[in-house]
């Protein structure tokens, strides 16, 4: 409970995990209890590691079988001699620790029979108890001690080290073994009668106090529900089912659902099957909180069938509302749309509202202006302070209406964008309520998406400030995420609404509101795709939370999870065909018909402008009309949001390329159109817009023939993405830009742009495209002066210092190598496997005699893993100090430190600078590589190889190979340590 509290309170904690004794561990221990004058822990050797393997080290088990062998007199002490002596043999043959409960209760019922039935009721109470409760639950059994005497047996249990006494009278178990020992003596009926007198004798303790019985009540009901096999009373059921509800309602509110549906399961097993009609407002209670839980907890087959329950028993349709709404976001979170309108259009006709799913633009034209009559001059504090809306109806229809949120969006937006309209006048009409906040913040959707972004963030800051007075914080999470996925991404950097998504997510979390948490942590994943966000690591990112997803239960935010692995995969990873998203995560041809059939229209749009997007890195223009002609069919469904932004860019640019090849001036005048809204958003916010319109219209000036004005252009877009740190555009702008001077006859500006496209794209993970470039462009030697220019880069700023030798150019490691490599190291978990994978790897690849890795562990740096190819040898987990170290150059090891620098060096025995040092000088060391490994900004590890064979071993290659991984290795060594 401390810890839960201290969590609460956002304190850090750290938690340390207690391992078994090891063999040396156990040694000690038996030599310090056992030694004697004439006996050493050598002597004792033997034995303790016999004790070891029946042991394993459990320092329980170890202590009590001591213990039972010197009462079984295997071990004793010989008085005529002074020493210990044991029948190692027979010690051998013993099975003691196989059943340690076995064991265990042997010796508790050699003890006197009324501390046995002390322990008996205190066992049921649980590992903690007071003995006041004890003496009143047993006052009644014939065996039980008198309050005199209660004392003297309890010094018993104390003596035999079974209880620990506490403060106030309180008691503890020294072991939940020695309890559950204690706890199977009891016989069944037995132990069934403690509990319920336990929970009956709490319950008259604390029933007459709200707050206590509220602090108590899981003791309590825990208890009672022990022993209810022994309540036949109906007036006892019902009690016991109403605790049990309360109980429920406390572990629901705390997001324990599993425990709260088996009280709510309780409750209605002790209300029976005639409950509709003996007890009809706890029966409705109990099936709403189970339907809603089986939802929570992703059963939802189960959850379908309590609602059908409770709509066939209730009474009434406002009794039917909530399972109801709880059914409708059962269809929401399995992605069926389609079933969630029709349920709640259903739902709200019988409340006397008949809504079109597919209303026409007249109506909606109409609803608009009224809506903006009612609204008028009203200012926000206007809207605030509109009185209360208390029509229970109408109260019912905007609960149903709410629910439909998220399901009207993505497949009918249209009935959605009509709703915002009807509902605000409603409020307008009839006063604010509960629900008020999250149609106000609806309003600030549609104004976002009619462009009046600024109206648009009113709303949303309206809808904000009314959540307290409304107790509205149930919406929080869904406010917060809207206002950041239709608002913000038009004033701000999508880098701030990266972070903002996961904000919206953890919100989500605390406060239970499980879909709109999948949508924050699935958007700040894949809005990590277009900003400057590492692939790899976003790769590894995506995987490492795809458990986070699985325990929220909605389909619709893992399928988008999977487009966004699989997205990154045909990025890094190169293929057959890169520009179909179809692999290990994602099928796209499924998706795609499973997204028609359901009318999941987001994910149908964000499958196609991905699939857009990859078909520009990969020159796929063959592919471009039918990608943009399906795209465009659902183009409305991304209306306000960044995904219009993205697609319009994607668009424009496939348009360019399928008019230069056509002449069809209709894809050229959609590139026109397209750049008016591109112009309209980039002045609101030039970061994320201005580039991408920049480059469209470079493409538009190289179409026209207008070559001075298409280079400038092209050079805009590249320095704007460059400067707003946009990784995928700027790769993208350098490599049209490249393409354009081919076209003109310009081969050695090409090739230049072309190496700086094949840079960025490397620099950020996107190693399928830079292996495409290379077999594109082979004239260019991409990969060969990428990593020469790089070098080069890296030496003059002193990252790498050579000696008067210069650096050699050895074979390459291929990009597919890298890959590999790099996905051996994320996907190894425990630190000394990773460390041997990193050793086998980085030895084979750079040509390393003889390595180390030097781990940061709060600036003090250890020796963790060493590796010497002679002797095919590697060794980790050493946690050996480096301070005075014979094991490597320490002159060199602390530049490294100091600088965060790598050095390499030829020929180090001659190097000026680093020759004289003992350790080389002593070995004579020739080819030298000392790299650091950067995590965050901060040294995490170093990395140090040598080759004694010949000198120039590590060559610019070489080194480029270990700048390759170096990110990935940093990386995984620090997950490695969580």
């Given at each position: 409970q401390l810890v839960e509290e201290l969590k609460k309170q956002e304190v850090e904690i750290s938690s340390i995990k207690?391992?078994?004794?090891?063999?040396?561990?156990?040694?000690?221990?038996?030599?310090?209890?056992?030694?004697?004058?004439?006996?050493?822990s050598f002597d004792f050797k033997a034995l303790s590691y016999l004790i070891f393997s029946k042991t394993q080290g459990n320092a329980f088990f170890t202590k009590q079988f001591i213990k039972t062998l010197y009462e079984k007199e295997l071990l004793i002490y010989n008085?005529?001699?002074?020493?210990?002596?044991?029948?190692?043999?027979?010690?051998?043959?013993?099975?003691?620790?196989?059943?340690?409960?076995?064991?265990?209760?042997?010796?508790?019922?050699?003890?006197?029979?009324?501390?046995?039935?002390?322990?008996?009721?205190?066992?049921?109470?649980?590992?903690?108890?007071?003995?006041?409760?004890?003496?009143?639950?047993?006052?009644?059994?014939?065996?039980?001690?008198?309050?005199?005497?209660?004392?003297?047996?309890?010094?018993?249990?104390?003596?035999?080290?079974?209880?620990?006494?506490?403060?106030?009278?309180?008691?503890?178990?020294?072991?939940?073994r020695i309890q559950q020992a204690v706890y199977n003596i009891i016989p069944e009926d037995e132990r069934n009668k403690f509990h319920l007198q336990t929970g009956s004798l709490l319950l008259k303790e604390y029933q007459n106090n709200e707050t206590d019985l509220n602090k108590y009540i899981f003791d309590i009901v825990n208890q009672i529900n022990y022993g209810l096999k022994l309540v036949s009373d109906e007036d006892?059921?019902?009690?016991?089912?109403?605790?049990?509800i309360l109980a429920g309602e406390k572990a629901k509110k705390s997001s324990a659902y599993s425990p709260a549906l088996n009280y709510f399961e309780t409750a209605k097993n002790l209300l029976g099957k005639k409950s509709w009609q003996t007890d009809y407002e706890l029966s409705l209670k109990t099936n709403e909180h189970i339907s809603d839980l089986f939802y929570l907890s992703g059963q939802y087959e189960k959850t379908k069938e309590i609602a059908n329950d409770v709509i066939e028993n209730a009474k009434t349709l406002l009794d039917k509302i909530n399972v109801y709404y709880t059914l409708i976001f059962s269809y929401r979170a399995q992605f069926k749309n389609i079933d969630a309108v029709e349920t709640g259009l259903d739902v709200i006709s019988q409340l006397g509202n008949k809504s079109d799913k597919h209303p026409g633009k007249i109506r909606f034209i109409l609803e608009f202006i009224r809506t903006r009559l009612a609204i008028g001059k009203k200012s926000s504090s206007d809207l605030a302070n509109l009185p209360v809306m208390t029509d229970k109806y109408k109260l019912a229809e905007f609960k149903i209406t709410e629910s439909l949120g998220s399901a009207t969006y993505n497949s009918y937006p249209k009935l959605y964008l009509l709703g915002i309209l009807i509902y605000n006048r409603i409020i307008i009409n009839n006063g604010n309520s509960f629900y008020s906040p999250i149609f106000y913040s609806a309003y600030g959707i549609l104004s976002a998406i009619m462009n009046k972004v600024d109206k648009g963030i009113e709303f949303f800051e309206l809808a904000q400030k009314i959540i307290p007075k409304y107790k509205a914080e149930h919406y929080s999470a869904r406010i917060h995420f809207s206002f950041n996925f239709f608002a913000l991404v038009w004033k701000k950097k999508i880098h701030e609404v990266v972070s903002k998504m996961y904000e919206s997510y953890k919100l989500g979390i605390e406060i239970g509101d499980l879909e709109f948490a999948a949508y924050g942590l699935m958007k700040y994943l894949h809005y990590s795709f277009y900003d400057n966000t590492n692939l790899l690591q976003l790769q590894q990112k995506a995987k490492e939370n795809v458990i986070a997803f699985e325990k929220l239960n909605q389909d619709f935010a893992f399928n988008f999870l999977n487009l966004t692995r699989q997205l990154c995969e045909n990025t890094i990873s190169p293929k057959d065909k890169p520009t179909v998203l179809t692999g290990e995560f994602f099928d796209e041809k499924i998706e795609l018909e499973k997204s028609i059939e359901s009318k999941n229209n987001h994910l149908y749009v964000t499958i196609l402008a991905s699939k857009l997007n990859l078909q520009l890195f990969f020159s796929d223009f063959n592919?471009?009309?039918?990608?943009?002609?399906?795209?465009?069919?659902?183009?409305?469904?991304?209306?306000?949001?960044?995904?219009?932004?993205?697609?319009?860019?994607?668009?424009?640019l496939a348009s360019?390329?399928?008019?230069?090849?056509?002449?069809?001036?209709?894809?050229?005048?959609?590139?026109?159109?397209?750049?008016?809204?591109?112009?309209?958003w980039a002045k609101n916010c030039s970061a994320n817009y201005q580039h991408k319109y920049d480059l469209v219209q470079a493409e538009i000036m190289r179409v026209k023939g207008r070559l001075n004005n298409a280079r400038d252009l092209y050079d805009k877009a590249i320095f704007a993405a460059k400067k707003e740190k946009f990784s995928g555009d700027e790769a993208m702008s350098w490599q049209f830009a490249s393409r354009f001077y081919l076209e003109t006859g310009k081969e050695q500006l090409a090739e230049i742009y072309m190496q700086n496209a094949y840079a960025c794209y490397h620099n950020w993970g996107a190693?399928?495209?830079?292996?495409?470039?290379?077999?594109?462009?082979?004239?260019?030697?991409?990969q060969k002066k990428q990593?020469?220019?790089?070098?080069?880069?890296?030496?003059?700023?002193?990252?790498?210092?050579?000696?008067?030798?210069?650096?050699?150019?050895?074979?390459?490691?291929?990009?597919?190598?890298?890959?590999?490599?790099?996905?051996?190291?994320?996907?190894?978990?425990?630190?000394?496997?990773?460390?041997?994978s990193i050793m086998e790897i980085v030895m084979e690849n750079a040509g390393a005699e003889y390595g180390l890795i030097i781990q940061n562990d709060e600036e003090k740096y250890h020796i963790e893993a060493e590796s010497r190819l002679k002797e095919n040898k590697i060794t980790v987990l050493q946690n050996e100090s480096i301070i005075n170290s014979d094991k490597l150059p320490q002159n060199i090891i602390k530049y490294v430190i100091r600088t965060q620098k790598a050095i390499a060096l030829d020929n180090a025995i001659k190097d000026e600078t680093y020759g004289k040092d003992d350790y080389i000088s002593k070995n004579k060391i020739k080819s030298l590589l000392c790299y650091p490994l950067m995590y965050k900004n901060r040294l995490s590890a170093i990395l140090y190889l040598e080759n004694n064979v010949s000198t120039g071993t590590f060559t610019i290659d070489r080194v480029e190979t270990i700048n390759m991984l170096s990110s990935q290795i940093a990386i995984s060594i620090e997950n490695a340590l969580l």
């Open positions: 207690v391992e078994n004794l090891k063999k040396e561990d156990v040694n000690n221990l038996v030599s310090d209890t056992l030694a004697t004058k004439k006996q050493t008085f005529d001699k002074g020493s210990w002596e044991w029948k190692i043999n027979e010690i051998e043959n013993q099975n003691i620790t196989n059943n340690v409960i076995e064991l265990l209760t042997g010796k508790i019922q050699k003890l006197p029979n009324k501390t046995l039935e002390i322990l008996k009721i205190a066992t049921c109470i649980g590992n903690n108890f007071n003995i006041k409760t004890v003496s009143a639950i047993g006052k009644n059994l014939a065996k039980f001690p008198l309050q005199e005497e209660l004392h003297s047996f309890i010094e018993t249990a104390i003596i035999e080290e079974i209880l620990i006494p506490l403060q106030n009278q309180n008691y503890k178990f020294v072991h939940d006892k059921k019902k009690q016991f089912a109403e605790l049990n592919n471009l009309k039918n990608t943009i002609s399906n795209l465009e069919k659902q183009q409305e469904s991304a209306r306000g949001n960044y995904r219009l932004a993205l697609s319009n860019f994607y668009i424009s360019i390329q399928i008019y230069a090849r056509e002449k069809d001036k209709k894809n050229l005048k959609k590139a026109l159109k397209n750049q008016k809204k591109m112009r309209f190693l399928a495209v830079c292996s495409y470039l290379e077999q594109e462009y082979p004239q260019f030697s991409l990593q020469t220019s790089q070098l080069e880069s890296i030496s003059s700023s002193s990252t790498i210092i050579s000696s008067s030798t210069t650096l050699t150019t050895g074979n390459a490691l291929d990009i597919g190598s890298v890959i590999k490599a790099s996905q051996a190291f994320s996907g190894e978990v425990k630190f000394d496997k990773l460390l041997k």
